[in-house]
């Protein structure tokens, strides 16, 4: 029955943990290790134009919905010129205005854009189109270029592919000779085929985007078919009429219209321009619920002073020395002075590293335990002596500081952060067992703890386990879940199979042990 | 032998570990609030001379650095007396003194110690040197026990105890506890004394153990320590089994050391007897805790008690792992 109720309060606590993790890992993207780094994508559009006399207002499409890329930052660069964006049907544009405007002008369009598995099309499904208006002689040639392309085609997919490919052929294609000639441009291509989807009721658009890759100079934009078939969108070549959605497209804008438009300009150029970098994969994750308006970064540790940040990634890992603790004591059977004792002597060791570590804490210990024996001659009541030996303790730690400075070793000087009271209290202890059980005993209980101490500060120092208990501290919950378990452990321990190796084994015939 | 194998054979022998002792008897079975009826011995003491359990005769207590000045008069007209922390674990901090030599007093094993020390020993005493935690202790001063000539054979110095295993008041594994010259006196047997199991039925010694290795002889005195018989058994059984009802407590190790003119005397309870007893007996407890847990009725009169556990824990309990070891021979 207890049992029972320590399992369900483990697994909650676990499946809270890791759900929170997955959460956190898979849709807002923290990432699992230190320094893992984000792909991120630079591009700009620049916007140039001849100025007339009168007011300009320039009008640029920018990217809205772009399936599989995510919007990590944008920004909008020009000179006196009145900046508003809106949503339109076919997605977003800027506009820049000003009252007058003289000689060249550019303005610029930037984002900052990453690859987002998660991110799927978020379109929903678009009303049926209305039928365009054609004139006679052309609606008679659509009619036959529906009828001809139905007759050889089955599903959406496969009349928009039969479609591009009569369209391909615009020259010697008898009802497409009448839109387009061999020489038409992939965007006229692609709008036709709109136009004609349009009017057999199949709601078709046209994307028009660039190639996320690496290049040197302007990048082109290249349309891109979309067709829906009633259920999702179906993606099309207009020139290959491959079908299927391309590696690192980048959607800039959708619909018929131009990128930019001047009114009161001319000249117009937009040249686009891609740029490959990387980020640090939490900085993406943080720019990433900014942009979402999420709060988990604000209730995250991240959201703390970056000093107060400092003393939480070593204070997260307390648990996990302690984790340790627990598995070398009550699975391994260690005996240690003190439970968390080894725990402080890990974190000291943080700033000592280990080798020296050990040999500062076993110099002080020694030098203490003599000290300690002196006192013991002067009997002293036992507050005044633990007090004395915490002096000694501090007196001999700068001791060791001021020598090792004059001696240029630097690791003395680190010894300030030993936990002093702890190593007293130590000296104390160990002092005790010494003069009751023995100095074996002693040693042994000494040796024990600063075993368990160097271990707790190797685990605690795995530096993509306190990565990953920093970002995810709800991991703790699942440290605590493993806790709970290891707390009704009640086999054996690895040390007791040891001391009862007797079990069963018949006496020395030799005789009594020394 | 590997790992798996020894955890098994471990298991099949019904061995108890600290684990298990600790998560399914101690936190089962010694309510905390009890503790301090066995953690102060002096609490135990006085319980034990209401209920009629025999024990070693107060002199008197030493509760405060001011007490220490009385203790010559505490001790008045005893030429022995013992000093022992309330609160003190495995023997800590006793004092055992066998007689006087002019102002300074003799310990037992000869060493003089002036009234400066002992003024020392107990204000540490007092300040909570030798109890757990360090809390703040009192010191009981009480009789010295003459111990029985009938174990001199089998001990060095020191007062030989009997350790009884009680399951909520059924006594399920014994042993005794010999001092030797490692053990410095003391009946420890982390310090090196031996121990030697006592079958629950007949009160006879089987094998004993040492520093965790099995040995025929006292390592000191040489004689054998299988098959000895323990005077007043009985009577040890008794006293061991009503220290149930004296606690409420239903897993605990009683002390009892048998004294030439008043038989046995219950010395110390402990809550968290340790586990050592095992080895002395080449028994695991396990396998008779089970039993109790299976069989016993616990509401019982204590001498029903004692009946079931003679019935049921007479040596060897289970099977008999090897032909031909210790235990096997005697029993």
């Not at chain 1, 709800?474 to 879940?481: C, D, H, I, S, T």
Request: glycine share 8%; net charge negative.
């Amino acid at each position: 029955m207890r049992n029972r109720q320590l399992y369900i309060l483990a697994s909650l606590l676990a499946v809270a943990g890791l759900s929170i993790f997955l959460f956190k890992y898979q849709t807002l993207g923290f990432p699992v290790q230190a320094d893992a780094e984000t792909q991120v994508w630079n591009v700009e559009a620049a916007v140039n134009f001849e100025p007339g006399p009168a007011s300009v207002k320039v009008t640029l499409q920018i990217p809205s919905l772009t399936p599989g890329f995510t919007l990590l930052d944008e920004s909008f660069v020009s000179r006196g010129f009145g900046l508003s964006t809106h949503n339109t049907t076919n997605g977003r544009e800027a506009q820049w205005a000003v009252r007058e405007a003289d000689g060249p002008q550019t303005v610029y369009y930037r984002a900052l854009v990453y690859r987002d598995p998660a991110k799927a099309t978020e379109d929903s499904t678009p009303p049926f189109p209305e039928i365009p208006e054609f004139d006679e002689p052309s609606r008679i040639a659509v009619d036959g270029l529906i009828a001809e392309v139905r007759r050889q085609s089955a599903d959406v997919a496969s009349f928009t592919s039969e479609l591009l490919r009569h369209i391909d052929n615009a020259g010697s294609d008898p009802y497409v000779r009448l839109f387009l000639s061999d020489t038409s441009s992939p965007t006229a291509k692609a709008q036709l085929a709109t136009r004609i989807l349009a009017a057999a009721q199949i709601p078709a658009r046209v994307s028009h985007g660039v190639f996320l890759k690496e290049q040197t100079g302007a990048a082109r934009t290249v349309p891109l078919l979309e067709v829906h078939d009633g259920v999702e969108w179906l993606y099309f070549d207009p020139v290959t009429r491959a079908q299927g959605w391309p590696q690192d497209f980048l959607v800039w804008w959708r619909g018929n219209g131009p990128i930019a438009d001047v009114d009161g300009g001319v000249d117009v150029d937009v040249a686009l321009a891609v740029q490959r970098s990387v980020l640090n994969s939490l900085e993406v994750a943080e720019r990433r619920m900014d942009s979402m308006g999420s709060q988990a970064f604000d209730f995250s540790l991240f959201s703390l002073p970056i000093t107060t940040q400092a003393v939480y990634s070593v204070l997260v890992m307390i648990p996990i020395g302690a984790l340790v603790i627990v598995l070398l004591r009550n699975f391994v059977g260690i005996k240690t002075f003190g439970t968390f004792m080894p725990v402080l002597v890990a974190l000291a060791f943080r700033e000592t590293r280990l080798l020296w570590g050990i040999v500062l804490f076993a110099v002080i210990v020694a030098l203490g335990l003599l000290i300690r024996f002196y006192l013991e001659r002067l009997r002293l009541l036992l507050v005044p002596r633990l007090t004395c030996v915490l002096t000694v303790v501090v007196i001999l730690m700068a001791g060791i500081s001021v020598l090792s400075q004059r001696l240029d070793l630097q690791p003395g000087l680190s010894i300030a952060l030993f936990p002093m009271v702890i190593i007293a209290m130590t000296i104390e202890r160990m002092s005790i067992v010494w003069e009751e059980r023995g100095a074996s005993e002693a040693l042994q209980e000494g040796i024990g703890s600063l075993v368990v101490a160097a271990l707790t500060y190797v685990v605690m120092g795995i530096p993509w386990l306190s990565h990953l208990i920093f970002v995810f501290p709800e991991l703790l919950l699942v440290v605590l879940a493993v806790t709970l378990l290891t707390g009704r452990y009640t086999g054996y321990r690895l040390l007791e199979l040891k001391r009862f190796r007797s079990f069963g084994k018949p006496a020395d015939p030799a005789g009594s042990p020394p | 032998m590997s790992v798996l194998a020894r955890y098994r054979s471990l298991t099949e022998s019904g061995v108890l570990g600290l684990n298990k002792r600790n998560g399914d008897y101690i936190m089962r079975f010694n309510p905390r609030r009890l503790y301090p009826l066995v953690d102060d011995k002096l609490k135990t003491k006085q319980l034990a001379i209401k209920a009629g359990i025999a024990v070693p005769a107060l002199y008197g207590v030493i509760e405060t650095q001011h007490d220490i000045r009385r203790l010559e008069e505490m001790v008045a007209g005893h030429r022995e007396f013992v000093l022992k922390p309330a609160h003190g674990s495995s023997g800590d901090g006793i004092i055992v003194i066998a007689g006087r030599s002019g102002s300074r007093y003799r310990t037992i094993n000869g060493t003089l110690l002036d009234t400066e020390f002992i003024n020392h020993h107990l204000s540490n005493a007092i300040s909570g040197q030798f109890s757990l935690g360090g809390i703040q202790d009192t010191v009981i001063v009480e009789a010295m026990v003459h111990f029985s000539p009938h174990f001199e054979s089998l001990s060095f110095e020191g007062v030989p105890d009997v350790r009884v295993i009680v399951f909520r008041g059924i006594p399920v594994m014994s042993m005794v506890r010999l001092p030797t010259r490692l053990s410095h006196g003391k009946a420890n047997l982390h310090q090196g004394a031996v121990g030697a199991g006592v079958d629950i039925a007949t009160g006879t010694t089987l094998g004993g153990v040492m520093s965790g290795q099995v040995i025929d002889t006292h390592p000191d005195t040489g004689v054998v320590i299988a098959g000895l018989t323990i005077p007043d058994w009985d009577t040890m059984l008794d006293i061991s089994a009503r220290c149930y009802e004296l606690t409420g407590m239903g897993y605990i190790g009683v002390d009892i050391v048998l004294d030439r003119d008043l038989g046995p005397l219950v010395l110390e309870l402990n809550a968290r007897p340790g586990l050592a007893i095992q080895i002395a007996n080449q028994q695991g407890l396990l396998r008779r805790l089970e039993i109790c847990e299976e069989a016993a009725d616990f509401a019982a009169a204590p001498a029903e008690r004692i009946v079931f556990a003679k019935k049921h824990f007479a040596h060897p309990v289970g099977p008999v792992l090897e032909p031909g070891d210790v235990a096997g021979q005697i029993g």
